[in-house]
Nanobody, 126 residues
Framework: QVQLVESGGGLVQAGGSLRLSCAAA????????MGWFRQAPGKEREFVAA????????YYAESVKGRFTISRDNAKNTVYLQMNSLKPEDTAVYSC???????????????????WGQGTQVTVSS
């Protein structure tokens, strides 16, 4: 069992930055790949970024590539999402998730993740 709690969301102007954190409770954090997903009002949940259990592999949605960076600190049971050059279209509830994807292609899909946090709101004003 892994419990996830996100923090770091808020209101920021376009062009600004935020860093989201996802703290995990449980001794097995380092065994799980971690992902960030987001859901805007009226839209489906979409993949943002993911990182393998070791941190050696990272994956990004095309819409955030070059602006967002995912990282993890297994000693602190925490995964981060550094978001730079934010745009109004980045406004959404951001959720972290833990799972054990079998292949690289699995990282992009919600079905690969077993545990989910409650989410944190990110609002980018124009």
């Amino acid at each position: 069992q892994v419990q996830l709690v996100e923090s770091g969301g808020g209101l920021v102007q376009a062009g600004g930055s935020l860093r989201l954190s996802c703290a995990a409770a449980g001794r097995t954090f380092s065994l799980y790949a971690m992902g960030w997903f987001r859901q805007a009002p009226g839209k489906e949940r979409e993949f943002v970024a993911a990182i393998s259990w070791s941190g050696g592999n990272t994956y990004y949605a095309e819409s955030v590539k070059g602006r967002f960076t995912i990282s993890r600190d297994n000693a602190k049971n925490t995964v981060y999402l550094q978001m730079n050059s934010l745009k109004p279209e980045d406004t959404a509830v951001y959720s972290c998730a833990a799972g054990q994807p079998i292949s690289g292609g699995d990282y992009y899909y919600t079905k690969a993740y077993k545990y989910w946090g409650q989410g944190t709101q990110v609002t980018v004003s124009s």
